[in-house]
């Protein structure tokens, strides 16, 4: 398998390491507070910060006047913050384990956690730089790395089953970029996942490259095509211009199928089809106030199957069309796959004739 990116292990300060592989290491430790490591962190890392969101607070105001003080109090959270980890954590490790500490730029919060560990007898590394300097190489590698993959973008209309397309490839064995799996969000005003709120930009970020860099550079990788924007998180303009150069396949499915996908994918929707329309009140300078009445008197009928259909053929496949025109171009756009069902056993066959047409 070729390697995405080739890592390296460069020393620039004894125990103190840049950006590599974090995968060779038995526990990566976020060392950071709790807020900063919800807002983004290297995917796989374990937060156990050395002082809470409260004690970094209290820890910050002291500073402003007396450093002194803020360091004492600072320390002592510290230890016994630390001190509460190694009996229900860190002593399932063995000294042949190898730690990889890190904090905001690789100093006092990451040494703290990395001088503790090498009294108890283990090998510990520090990011240099921290998450400052992974950030940087982060933002680096998604202007890089999307450019290096030949790509397959699935093409349709909503609710053609593009994303179940995408799973039974995985699941087939193929690369696969699942960027609403990644971005917690189906795309659209109606792409919200209850209960599943997006992450940040940053971890986005973060996700999206760990993802890519599994890649093996000699294989396709399928995705479904996006705008440059999937809720509130923003694509890679690499990742976007690389997709838009791309052979595209237009998945072809029944009415009847969408109709289906939207009530077993939207089931919050079809139990209350009211809230659905209200969501798509922005829509009323495209669509006009005559169709949003529409959609909601056949919501307050409980016509779902034809709300659905109505909400595809009249917004959602024009507004689809116009995009796949506009960003992937009609010239691309001549090779079709039909579903006749969108059920596991139904995908089997296309699943097949697609990956044997990729071989040729």
């Known amino acids: 398998m070729s390697s995405a990116i080739e890592t390296t292990t460069c020393l620039v300060h004894p125990h103190q390491l840049e950006v590599q592989d974090f995968a060779s290491y038995s526990l990566v430790i976020d060392a950071r507070s709790p807020h900063e490591y919800a807002e983004d962190h290297i995917p796989g890392a374990v937060n156990l910060p ?18 002194h003080a803020a360091y004492l109090v600072g320390v002592e959270y510290s230890l016994r913050n630390i001190a509460n980890q190694i009996k229900p954590l860190i002593s399932r490790y063995t000294p042949r384990d190898r730690f990889l500490v890190y904090c905001f730029r690789g100093g006092k919060r990451s040494r703290l956690w990395a001088d503790n560990l090498r009294t108890i007898g283990f090998e510990v590394d520090v990011l240099a730089g921290g998450w400052k300097n992974y950030r940087r190489w982060v933002r680096a590698g998604l202007e890089v790395l999307p450019r290096a993959f030949s790509y397959r973008v699935l093409c349709g209309p909503t609710g053609c089953g593009k994303t179940r397309v995408l799973h039974a490839l995985r699941e087939a064995g193929e690369q696969v970029l699942e960027l609403e799996e990644l971005a917690h969000h189906r795309g659209s005003l109606l792409g919200d996942l209850p209960g599943d709120a997006q ?21 396709t990788v399928w995705v479904e095509a996006e705008s440059k924007k999937i809720g509130d998180l923003q694509l890679p ?19 009847s199928e969408r109709v289906r996908l939207w009530r077993e994918d939207y089931p919050h929707f079809a139990a209350e089809p009211q809230a659905m329309v209200r969501k798509l009140e922005p829509l009323k300078p495209l ?27 009249r917004h959602y496949d024009p507004c689809y ?34 990956i044997a047409t990729e071989s040729r």
């Open 287 to 313: 669509v006009g106030k005559e169709t949003l009445a529409q959609w909601l008197a056949l919501a307050n009928e409980g016509r779902v199957d034809e709300l659905f259909e109505s909400v595809m053929t």
């Open 321 to 354: 069309a116009r995009s796949t025109r506009r960003n992937f171009g009609s010239e691309r756009g001549a090779a079709h796959v039909e579903l006749a069902s969108l059920a596991p056993e139904g995908l089997t066959e296309a699943i097949e004739r697609l």
């Open 199 to 219: 992450p940040t930009q940053k971890l986005f970020d973060s996700a999206l490259l760990d993802e890519m860099r599994r890649f093996d550079v000699n294989r």
């Open 237 to 255: 303009e690499a990742l976007c211009e690389a997709m838009h150069r791309s052979p595209t396949i237009t998945v072809e499915t029944p009415m």
């Open 50 to 67: 050395v002082v809470d969101d409260g004690e970094f607070a209290e820890v910050g105001i002291k500073h402003k006047t007396d450093t």
